[in-house]
């Protein structure tokens, strides 16, 4: 009995989009590079290992800007 290949199925693309430091630079104009890697640096000290948005891939590290955005508003009504 012959057997009918398969369809393929269409894998969906991610919701999420993942930004190096630069790129997260570049989208958001008011940040700046040493900006973004100072909170890295500090990550573990200022919840931003907790919030989400920060994957390592080896050494690189990817940012999703949306959760590293929301992290951020809620570190501007901490220190108000």
């Keep these: ?4 290949p398969m369809a393929a199925t269409p894998i969906p693309a991610p919701s999420r989009s993942l930004l190096t430091v ?3 630079a570049t989208q958001q104009p008011a940040l700046t590079e ?3 890697r100072w909170d890295l640096f500090n990550r573990d000290h200022n919840g931003l290992s907790k919030s989400g948005a920060i994957f390592r891939r080896g050494r690189r590290i990817l940012i999703d800007p949306e ?3 929301a992290w951020m508003t809620t570190q501007r009504e901490r220190a108000a």
């Excluded at 009995?1 to 009918?4: A, N, Q, S």
């Design 67 to 69: 959760s590293y955005l």
């Design 22 to 24: 630069r790129q997260l």
């Design 34 to 36: 040493g900006g973004i």
């Design 1 to 4: 009995m012959p057997t009918t």
